[in-house]
């Protein structure tokens, strides 16, 4: 059975950077599709970034320029590296992972989701 479990979230001033960590375990394909997703209060949860198994990645416009995807997988972990944080990027983020397809995750196409880690940004 796979799991996802997220870490690195927490608080931090408006310009400041936070890097969110994803383990993946019991999952051993070499076709993937992972992602980041947020939900702030209120509103609809939200895909942010994906990569694939091509070392493809995908980032919602929102936070192109800002923030970075990428997977160790000799660590079996991917990682949202987010710099440039506003207010408006204050969500609980989650991990998720497509698994067997290299592709659609970044729209909700998944198997898979972590837990979830806050991420604050005070103005």
């Known amino acids: 059975q796979v799991q996802l479990v997220e870490s690195g979230g927490g608080s931090v001033q408006a310009g400041g950077s936070l890097r969110l960590s994803c383990v993946v375990s019991?999952?051993?394909?070499?076709?993937?599709?992972m992602a980041w997703f947020r939900q702030a209060p209120g509103k609809e949860r939200e895909g942010v970034a994906s990569?694939?198994?091509?070392?493809?990645?995908s980032y919602v416009e929102s936070v192109q320029g800002r923030f970075t995807i990428s997977l160790d997988s000799a660590k079996n972990t991917f990682y949202l590296q987010m710099n440039s944080l506003k207010p408006e990027d204050t969500a609980m983020y989650y991990c998720?992972?497509?698994?067997?397809?290299?592709?659609?995750?970044?729209?909700?196409?998944?198997?898979?989701w972590g837990q979830g880690t806050l991420v604050t940004v005070s103005s």
């Open positions: 998720a992972a497509r698994l067997d397809a290299d592709y659609g995750c970044l729209f909700g196409l998944v198997d898979a």
């Open positions: 990569i694939d198994s091509d070392d493809t990645a």
């Open positions: 019991g999952y051993t394909s070499n076709r993937y599709c």
